[in-house]
């Protein structure tokens, strides 16, 4: 039995479905269901009693005791967060609340639960962190990828928030001897991604006939990883890896936006062909505040010490992402709400064509 959190968001969801075909054993997940979570993620397990879906939030540390002291899990896969730097920018109170403070929270039920344990559960017990590349900041091209020694340097509130919780995870190994890992990882993209992210937004602007958003020149690099590498590696890192640690997870994909858009274009233009080149939709915008230039992931600890790499090609991993959305019009159509028309008004109507 494990505990996850934020298992109805993008992620969080995919590895719930990927533990329940790869492990099998039982899993309470805990989501408030904010915009960004979607219980119908998870319908194909709404007969699976080994799913056990609990709507609260991380930061309510009665609910959290309750669950951990019914269940027993014995890790805590942590997701759970505000996840957007756009909505970091314009609002960043929301990411301080649920990314520190929620982690607090959390952490301090874990804790209570953990401590009370009896050996060998207690040090077999794992606070799994999942935690994300934006808190090392931004490299330039030549610099080295980064690697778990990286300085933190979190730009956006997003990747502030970020860090600060992966501060208090380290601190709860460090001080208390809790058995935490903390995973840092790259760009994640594939099915069930909220259509606010670059690839998602892209795709569902594509086929509508919409402007294609490139902020800035479209220089800006990511490295890309499949959201179903990412899950494996999450599954190692609880199986195999050493408390107190942290690990890397990239998907060695770096490509820039541009490249990243053409690329969508070219898939759409054959799967789903419009008359005219998708990419003449696209269109320069106003750049973000503070955007960091690249991420890039160094994924040599992970794959040394617990013999995982990323699978996926891009350009294959891209083909499935575009085909999925195209097979899901109706979850796209469900989850883009009056609340996503309102965020999409908010976002990108002050960014005049640069
Ligand atoms: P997401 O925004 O799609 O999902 C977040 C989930 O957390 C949602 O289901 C939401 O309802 C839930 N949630 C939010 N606040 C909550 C609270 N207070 N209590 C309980 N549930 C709450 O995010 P994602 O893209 O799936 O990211 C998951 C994790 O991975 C996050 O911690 C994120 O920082 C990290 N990460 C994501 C990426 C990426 O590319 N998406 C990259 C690196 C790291
Ligand atoms: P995003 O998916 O928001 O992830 P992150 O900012 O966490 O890396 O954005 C990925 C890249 O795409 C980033 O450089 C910003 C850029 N981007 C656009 O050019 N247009 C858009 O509409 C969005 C959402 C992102």
Same mark, same amino acid.
């Given at each position: 039995?494990?505990?996850?959190?934020?298992?109805?968001?993008?992620?969080?969801? %995919?590895? *719930?479905?990927?533990?329940?075909?790869? @492990?099998?054993?039982?899993?309470?997940?805990?989501?408030?269901?904010?915009?960004?979570?979607?219980?119908? %993620?998870? !319908?194909?397990?709404?007969?699976? *009693?080994?799913?056990?879906?609990?709507?609260?939030?991380?930061? +309510?540390?009665?609910?959290?005791?309750?669950?951990?002291?019914?269940?027993?899990?014995?890790?805590?896969?942590?997701?759970?967060?505000?996840?957007? #730097? +756009? $909505?970091?920018?314009?609002?960043?109170?929301?990411?301080?609340?649920?990314?520190?403070?929620?982690?607090?929270?959390?952490?301090?039920?874990?804790?209570?639960?953990?401590?009370?344990?009896?050996?060998?559960?207690?040090?077999?017990?794992?606070?799994?962190? &999942?935690?994300?590349? @934006? &808190?090392?900041?931004?490299?330039?091209?030549?610099?080295? !990828?980064?690697?778990?020694?990286?300085?933190?340097?979190?730009?956006?509130?997003?990747?502030?928030?970020?860090?600060?919780?992966? /501060?208090? &995870?380290?601190?709860?190994? /460090?001080?208390?001897?809790?058995?935490?890992?903390?995973?840092?990882?790259? %760009?994640?993209?594939?099915?069930?991604?909220?259509?606010?992210?670059?690839?998602?937004?892209?795709?569902? %602007?594509?086929?509508?006939?919409?402007?294609?958003?490139?902020?800035?020149?479209?220089?800006?690099? $990511?490295?890309?990883? =499949? #959201?179903?590498?990412?899950?494996?590696?999450?599954?190692?890192?609880?199986?195999?890896?050493?408390?107190?640690?942290?690990?890397?997870?990239?998907?060695?994909?770096? $490509?820039?936006?541009? @490249?990243? *858009?053409?690329?969508?274009?070219?898939?759409?233009?054959?799967?789903?062909?419009?008359?005219?080149?998708?990419?003449?939709?696209?269109?320069?915008?106003?750049?973000?505040?503070? /955007? +960091?230039?690249?991420?890039?992931?160094?994924?040599?600890?992970?794959?040394?010490?617990?013999?995982?790499?990323?699978?996926?090609?891009?350009?294959?991993?891209? $083909?499935?992402?575009?085909?999925?959305?195209?097979?899901?019009?109706?979850?796209? @159509?469900?989850?883009?709400?009056?609340?996503?028309?309102?965020?999409?008004?908010?976002? =990108?109507?002050?960014?005049?064509?640069?």
């Amino acid at each position: 039995m494990i505990l996850v959190t934020g298992g109805a968001g993008f992620i969080g969801s %995919n590895f *719930v479905l990927d533990w329940m075909a790869a @492990e099998g054993s039982p899993v309470v997940n805990l989501d408030k269901l904010t915009y960004a979570g979607n219980a119908e %993620n998870l !319908a194909s397990l709404s007969k699976d *009693v080994r799913h056990v879906f609990v709507q609260g939030d991380i930061g +309510d540390r009665a609910l959290v005791s309750g669950l951990l002291d019914k269940h027993k899990p014995e890790a805590i896969v942590h997701f759970a967060a505000e996840s957007h #730097v +756009d $909505r970091s920018i314009l609002g960043p109170g929301e990411f301080v609340q649920t990314n520190v403070v929620g982690t607090f929270n959390l952490l301090e039920a874990a804790r209570a639960y953990w401590s009370a344990l009896a050996e060998p559960a207690k040090s077999q017990f794992r606070f799994l962190h &999942v935690s994300t590349d @934006e &808190v090392y900041g931004s490299l330039t091209m030549s610099d080295p !990828a980064f690697s778990e020694t990286t300085a933190y340097a979190p730009n956006s509130p997003y990747a502030a928030s970020k860090a600060a919780s992966d /501060h208090l &995870v380290r601190a709860y190994h /460090h001080t208390y001897g809790m058995p935490t890992v903390t995973t840092n990882c790259s %760009n994640n993209y594939g099915p069930l991604q909220f259509p606010e992210k670059l690839i998602p937004l892209m795709i569902r %602007n594509a086929l509508q006939g919409k402007p294609l958003p490139v902020y800035g020149d479209g220089k800006n690099v $990511r490295d890309w990883l =499949y #959201v179903g590498d990412h899950c494996s590696g999450i599954r190692a890192a609880l199986k195999k890896g050493r408390p107190g640690e942290t690990y890397n997870i990239g998907g060695n994909s770096e $490509r820039n936006n541009l @490249e990243v *858009v053409h690329a969508l274009c070219e898939i759409l233009d054959e799967l789903h062909p419009s008359g005219a080149p998708h990419a003449k939709l696209i269109t320069f915008v106003k750049d973000r505040p503070g /955007h +960091d230039w690249r991420y890039a992931i160094n994924a040599t600890k992970i794959k040394n010490e617990l013999g995982w790499q990323p699978t996926e090609k891009f350009e294959s991993g891209l $083909r499935k992402t575009v085909q999925w959305y195209l097979n899901h019009s109706q979850w796209v @159509e469900n989850v883009t709400s009056g609340a996503y028309r309102n965020w999409i008004s908010q976002n =990108y109507e002050g960014r005049s064509a640069a």
